[in-house]
């Protein structure tokens, strides 16, 4: 079975809270912080409701789920301060995830800022071999993540994962978080030649380090170089290269997290599309949504049909609009705020449902009449 969830939240009842949240996706992994990804405070392990959320999700059938590291630690400073605070806080959190009892944190590899990339992983390696001398007693691997390649960050070629890995002491304790969106944004072809990038990161890093997999669409063309997801489908990557990534016989096994950013007219509306998102890759959306709603993305088509609206155009021509500044000034809505609206003001859909399930009903439209055929 495909193991697939998103990152949920870990305030509050810690791991009570995320299983609750993951399994009203549907979902069979997840993955949390186990504090807020900006900052480096965090709760005693005792008050981390590790009992309670494991019953949970051993009732679900949740087996692996990942921690992902603060993003604003960065092994690459070539200041002392910066680097020793990572490296100690680090080996925390290593600790932290190890008592939940999780194999894999993930971690953007750093960034070298002032000096250059030959530095920066030099640097990073440095810090690992810091991190992992001092976390002997875990069972934790630091699972690198592959960067879109914004700014100064390390981690945007396959190479650089592989040189990284290369410089460290004990790296049988280094796996790898492939990230679609940063992959797609940092040139790698997933929609036309997924085959020819997983032969390619095999020759280089190997694919037996692959221990994650982030399941992000991208809102910029390949190669942006941005590092900025949205939700699948209504990307540059499109349902049918995600689809193709998840159900890749060479990544079988893996947990694949949705990262996606929630969607909704106003910022207390917004939803994830995370129970829609799992259904479609995972194959299970009638038993999941039921028959109406399968009809109701069959009015969808419908209704887009006869207005000529396909969706990989229309969601592409979206983004490429926006990249023009006037253009965005003049209407700033996403595709799928765009298509949201096109819907309320057709009546293209039964009265009565909340703006959450409309959005669930367009994201399944993203996966084509495919989904209607199969079921
Ligand atoms: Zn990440």
Redesign the pocket.
């Known amino acids: 079975m495909l193991k697939i969830g998103s990152h949920v939240s870990f305030s509050d009842k810690g791991l009570q809270t995320a299983a609750k949240e993951a399994i009203s996706y549907g979902s069979s992994t997840f993955m949390i912080y186990t504090g807020a990804p900006q900052n480096t405070r965090r709760k005693p392990i005792d008050s981390l409701y590790i009992e309670e959320g494991k019953q949970l999700m051993e009732e679900a059938g949740i087996g692996e789920i990942v921690v992902?590291a603060p993003?604003i630690v960065n092994l690459g400073s070539y200041k002392p301060d910066t680097f020793e605070l990572a490296v100690g806080f680090l080996q925390e959190e290593i600790r932290r995830t190890d008592y939940i009892g999780v194999r894999n944190i993930?971690l953007?590899p750093g960034a070298y800022t002032d000096k250059d990339a030959e530095y920066g992983i030099a640097r990073i390696a440095e810090g690992l071999n810091e991190v992992l001398a001092g976390t002997k007693e875990t069972n934790v691997n630091i699972a690198l993540?592959t960067m879109a390649g914004k700014g100064t960050e390390i981690g945007r070629s396959f190479e650089e994962i592989a040189a990284i890995i290369d410089k460290v002491q004990d790296n049988h304790r280094l796996t790898v978080?492939m990230?679609t969106c940063h992959m797609h944004d940092a040139g790698y072809d997933l929609i036309n030649d997924l085959d020819g990038v997983l032969a390619e990161f095999d020759r280089i890093v190997g694919l037996d380090r692959v221990a994650v997999v982030?399941v992000n669409d991208s809102k910029n063309p390949r190669g942006a170089g941005k590092d900025r997801h949205a939700p699948i489908g209504s990307g540059w990557l499109g349902h049918e290269a995600v689809s193709r990534i998840v159900n890749h016989e060479l990544l079988k096994g893996r947990p694949f997290i949705l990262?996606t950013p929630w969607i909704g007219k106003e910022d207390k509306t917004e939803r994830p599309m995370y129970e829609a998102e799992i259904a479609l890759l995972s194959g299970n959306t009638l038993q999941r949504f039921g028959e109406p709603f399968l009809e109701d993305v069959e009015r969808l088509h419908h209704f887009f049909g006869k207005q000529e609206i396909d969706p990989v155009i229309f969601v592409l021509g979206t983004w490429e609009q926006l990249k023009d500044a006037k253009a965005k000034k003049a209407d700033p809505r996403e595709p799928m705020e765009r298509l949201f609206d096109l819907v309320m003001a057709g009546e293209a859909l039964p009265s009565g449902l909340t703006e959450e399930q409309v959005n669930q009903r367009i994201t399944a439209w993203f996966a084509g009449k495919q989904l209607l055929a199969n079921v």
């Open positions: 992902h993003y993930v953007h993540e978080c990230d982030h990262e």
